[in-house]
């Protein structure tokens, strides 16, 4: 298992940008390295959504169409954290954010570990 804890959340104005953070806790045996990471976000009444993700060594990136252009994931391996930058913030984006660790890529809604999540309000 890990522990995952996002920081970063807020509000904002569109046009504006925000970055968020989280912080991973690995299983004993286990490496930060082991996980892939990645950000799903949740809009009220609306399915848990796939925002960006990257492989173990932060080689590689996926993102939503959407998202892309507008928002990098990275990740620090020495210091176990992943995070997102969000640029030019729009109304739509404003949802909450999770950061999920899974062994695996894709990552899945069955297959991730997931933190508690951090609100982001872009108003207009």
């Known amino acids: 298992q890990v522990l995952l804890v996002e920081s970063g959340g807020g509000v904002v104005q569109a046009g504006g940008s925000l970055r968020l953070s989280c912080a991973a806790s690995a299983a004993s045996g286990r490496t930060f390295s082991s996980y892939a990471m990645g950000w799903f976000r949740q809009a009220p009444a609306k399915e848990r959504e796939f925002v960006a993700s990257?492989?173990?060594?932060?080689?590689?990136?996926y993102y939503t169409d959407s998202m892309k252009g507008r928002f990098t994931i990275s990740r620090d391996n020495a210091g176990n954290t992943v995070s997102l930058q969000m640029n030019s913030l729009r109304p739509e984006d404003t949802a909450v954010y999770y950061c999920a660790a899974s062994l695996r890529l894709p990552i899945t809604p069955t297959s991730a570990y997931w933190g508690q999540g951090t609100q982001v309000t872009v108003s207009s």
């Open positions: 990257i492989s173990w060594s932060g080689s590689t990136t």
